[in-house]
């Protein structure tokens, strides 16, 4: 009867053994895929005409197309983005903090999933006032800065 119990006691045991490292295992799996590529963007019209963004674009993508990221300037400042992108189609919303937003949409030279960036995206852009308008660039699109 011992016997019988210590081999219960040890499979239960070995049992939450299992599955303790089974979620540990789920907990440090590797997240999908992202993007990385050089972005910038620039209000050519309205309230804050000559505003310009440059540095890099980080998304990652779910099975759904949603984005989710970031853009990170030349001096280390994170801006959350978020969106939606389906094949060559863009839709993204910049969150520049304060309730101050940029919605871009786009177009990208290649289809865009987690195992793939594009080559070249861009479109127009309105924000952050509402009667801006711009343009915004992402990957090869975006052209080295000329050194003086």
């Not at 599955?19 to 907990?27: E, F, G, N, R």
């Not at 937003?101 to 309105?126: H, M, Q, R, W």
């Amino acid at each position: 009867m011992k016997k019988l119990a210590i081999l219960c006691c040890l499979m239960v045991l070995m049992g939450v053994v299992a599955v303790a490292s089974a979620q540990d295992a789920t907990a440090t799996a590797d997240p999908a895929p992202g993007c990385s590529l050089p972005f910038e963007a620039e209000v050519y019209q309205g309230t804050d005409a000559k505003l310009a963004l440059s540095g890099t674009l980080s998304l990652s993508l779910d099975d759904t197309g949603a984005a989710t990221g970031k853009l990170t300037t030349a001096d280390k400042t994170e801006y959350p983005v978020v969106g939606q992108i389906s094949g060559r189609a863009i839709n993204l919303a910049f969150d520049l903090g304060d309730q101050v937003y940029i919605f871009g949409v786009g177009t990208s030279f290649e289809p865009v999933d987690a195992g793939n960036c594009g080559k070249s995206l861009g479109g127009p852009f309105v924000g952050p006032a509402p009667d801006d308008t711009g343009t915004w660039l992402a990957g090869a699109a975006v052209k080295p800065a000329k050194s003086s």
